[in-house]
């Protein structure tokens, strides 16, 4: 077979075209269209045979198709390339591509071809749009939802932590707690902030999507279909989503964090204000440690560098919430010796069937009789006012109570350090 001159081998090329191709006369009635026509808009080949083309515009389509055609009369060898809305046989509008040239460079010899591309992928853009959008809402108010259950665990051991603090004002006559306060609120109000400056700008990012939604799904109802895409394309552009998609992620990449440093400060306070504890139990020491520098960061940040050098611990039998008010003696007494910046050690280690802990700072260090007389009960080298004097004489009765042992190192001018030692395992039930 000659397929140079075999109208099958045209016949089988043109219909497996996905496309549309339409062949019109000059005055623009169509004299071929491809057999994807009915694929794509509906009509069968026979139905549009000798009809207008107008059959498959829209009115302001076809008002926008016959002036740029015009044009081809002045230009026949260019090439129009028009985003046109066009109307099939279901009576639905279908956004679609359209490719316009002369058949031969002089218009009065025939007429067009028309290769028509219907662009589904806008429609599935709309609902793509949606999907996205309900994700965003979807994240947004899980991310609330964390945010509010971890207020209340804030608010429900702040209450917690106020209880405690009376006790141990009652009982052990310590108010180191107290002076945290203020500490502590900052600490809380950080995250918060951060997530509170985060929501308004992301409902109105939001917003703004849903405008540009609202655009899409009344698309239909409008007569002048071409004139509202126009709005919504220079809508869209004005509104740049990528842009928002990004901001918004971020936005809710911040409330994640502040939601995450919540809860680090909720478990903080947790750790630390089991001070009601009676029972003696394995408890992790880091754990501890790490919460009181935790409660105690507004005094340390941008003026004490902590330096820690943790060892491998088991667990140890103890009262943690006596213990933590130990570390909180200890180190809170660093800290405001400390004049301007300075440094704080922090080691551990096992020996034997002990641990050792040690906390070191380079402050001012003290004097023979200071440091003869640190653990007596009342006896304090601060200003009146700043402390009871009790801290330590406290911390020299828990490590009793733990059958272990607190000792002082300090020389004048080099700085203190203190060594807690304490069994992993008491000898007998306390």
């Known amino acids: 077979m000659d397929l140079d001159r075999s109208p099958s081998w045209y016949e089988a090329l043109v219909g497996h075209l996905p496309d549309v191709l339409v062949v019109c006369d000059r005055a623009l009635q169509i004299r071929f269209v491809t057999p994807s026509v009915q694929v794509q808009l509906g009509y069968t080949p026979a139905e549009l045979h000798g009809t207008s083309i107008r059959k498959l515009f829209l009115e302001e389509g076809w008002a926008r198709f016959l002036e740029q055609w015009e044009g081809l009369a002045v230009h026949p060898e260019r090439t129009l390339d028009l985003m046109l809305v066009l109307q099939p046989k279901t009576g639905e509008w279908v956004q679609a591509d359209v490719r316009v040239r002369h058949l031969f460079d002089d218009p009065q010899v025939a007429g067009g071809l028309l290769t028509i591309r219907p662009m589904p ?75 509170s400056s985060n929501i308004t700008p992301l409902q109105t990012d939001l917003a703004e999507i849903q405008e540009l939604l609202k655009q899409y799904e009344t698309l239909h109802k409008e007569t002048n279909v071409e004139a509202r895409l126009n709005q919504i394309a220079q809508l869209r552009k004005a509104l740049e989503p990528e842009f928002l998609f990004e901001e918004m992620e971020a936005l809710i990449k911040g409330i994640r964090e502040g939601a995450d440093r919540t809860r680090s400060i909720v478990n903080g306070l947790r750790t630390f204000s089991r001070l009601d504890e009676s029972d003696f139990k394995p408890a992790d020491l880091h754990q501890g440690l790490e919460s009181t520098l935790m409660l105690l960061s507004n005094r340390i940040k941008n003026r004490i560098e902590v330096h820690r050098d943790y060892g491998v611990l088991p667990l140890v039998e103890c009262l943690p919430g006596k213990l933590n008010q130990v570390f909180m003696n200890i180190i809170n007494n660093s800290l405001q010796a400390i004049e301007g910046k300075g440094n704080l050690w922090l080691h551990t280690q096992q020996k034997g069937n002990a641990v050792e802990i040690r906390i070191r700072d380079d402050g001012p260090g003290m004097s023979e009789d200071v440091k003869r007389r640190i653990f007596e009960p009342f006896f304090t080298t601060k200003d009146v006012g700043q402390g009871t004097g009790l801290g330590l004489s406290i911390s020299f009765g828990v490590m009793e109570r733990h059958q272990g042992r607190i000792e002082v190192e300090s020389t004048p001018g080099k700085g203190t350090e203190f060594i807690i030692t304490l069994p992993v395992q008491q000898e007998a039930t306390q």
């Not at 609330?144 to 603090?165: R, S």
């Open 121 to 195: 992928e806008i429609e599935a853009g709309v609902v793509q749009l949606q999907d996205y959008i309900k994700q965003l809402k979807s994240a947004v108010k899980e991310q609330t939802q964390a945010l509010e259950a971890k207020n209340q665990e804030l608010h429900d051991a702040l209450e917690h932590l106020k209880n405690t603090q009376l006790k141990l004002v009652e009982s052990d006559k310590m108010a180191s707690l107290g002076e945290l306060t203020a500490g502590i609120a900052h600490e809380i109000n950080n995250p918060i902030n951060f997530v």
